[in-house]
């Protein structure tokens, strides 16, 4: 039979397939993580992952294990979230913010998975720039949002990655990069990088470099207060930006070309909440978020 702390390290191991990430999601050392999930193949019989000094993947067995634990503890964590809103009284609303279309897709469904859990409460969805739904979670207009970190502002709390979208560079539909397949970061050097205004420093470094990996200078072109400013700076000429892949399924225009890239990292979108301020009824839309979101990385919501 195995312990429960037991049952949490395999399954966070088996989601991250990384100690060190595991061990900081489960607020414990990496080695302690390593003997625990010796413990459980000792006591299994055999190996659940397969180690190298590269990777961690699970083994035939351990997938299975994954596959038949993962549903019962789910059960589980729900059944506990249960009996602890019944004496919380979860009601009213949670106003949760979004920045991109696919991220208020998820919301929505979170939104209908919450209202089942908690019918005294309802979730009051909100969409805005990434610097406007920052502002407001620190204003008190909102509770919680999905967004695209880096973020450095010390009163906001991230969590966890929910989900991942593959990165493009969008340009002129005339320009020669838009009939290329994919681009590199080094392609930032040859045009000029339309950026938008009001971010932080952190947020513009991860996503509005001043340097490819080489070193090479990006040119900075003008700067927008929205998306559809950068979309419409783009389409007449005037650089190019960078955003998720999929924003094409959401604001296709015929004198933009969507390029993705062949060597830059996803655009990954995180919860954000007060890290001082994090009432019952918040907590509980974070839980089912993550439970409605993706479980992998590189997995569109």
């Keep these: ?103 208020g897709n998820l919301l929505v469904r979170a939104a209908d998975t919450f209202a089942d859990r908690y019918p005294r409460a309802r979730v009051e969805l909100q969409n805005a720039t990434y610097h406007a739904m920052v502002t407001r979670l620190l204003n008190h207009e909102a509770d919680l949002i999905i967004a695209e970190p880096a973020v450095d502002e ?29 681009v590199t970061l080094e392609d930032l050097a040859l045009i000029p990088l339309v950026t938008v205004a009001h971010v932080s420093p952190a947020w513009r470094a991860a996503h509005f470099p001043r340097l490819t990996p080489e070193g090479r200078p990006i040119p900075q072109g003008p700067a927008a207060s929205d998306w559809e400013g950068a979309l419409s700076l783009v389409g007449a000429g005037r650089g190019a ?20 890239f062949s060597d830059a990292p996803p655009v990954e979108y995180a919860l954000m909440w007060r890290a001082a301020d994090v009432p019952p009824g918040v907590q509980a839309l974070i839980r089912t978020i993550a439970d409605v979101a993706p479980r992998s990385a590189g997995t569109s919501a």
């Design 241 to 260: 930006t960078v955003a998720a892949l999929r924003a094409a399924q959401y604001h296709h225009r015929e004198d933009i070309a969507y390029v993705p």
């Design 1 to 103: 039979m195995l312990e429960r702390h037991e049952i949490e390290t395999f399954l966070t191991l088996a989601e991250e397939l990384h100690f060190a990430r595991t061990a900081k999601r489960l607020h414990v050392s990496p080695g302690r993580v390593s003997q625990t999930i010796k413990a459980v193949e000792r006591r299994v019989g055999g190996l659940l992952f397969e180690r190298s000094s590269r990777r961690v993947i699970l083994s035939p067995v351990g997938r299975q294990l994954r596959d038949d634990l993962s549903p019962a503890y789910r059960r589980i964590q729900q059944a506990v979230a249960d009996a602890q809103a019944a004496f919380e009284e979860i009601s009213g609303v949670v106003r949760a913010g979004f920045t991109a279309p696919w991220c």
């Design 154 to 182: 010390p009163g906001v709390a991230v969590g966890p990655v929910l989900f991942s979208e593959r990165r493009a560079l969008l340009v002129p539909a005339a320009h020669p990069l838009a009939g290329r397949e994919t």
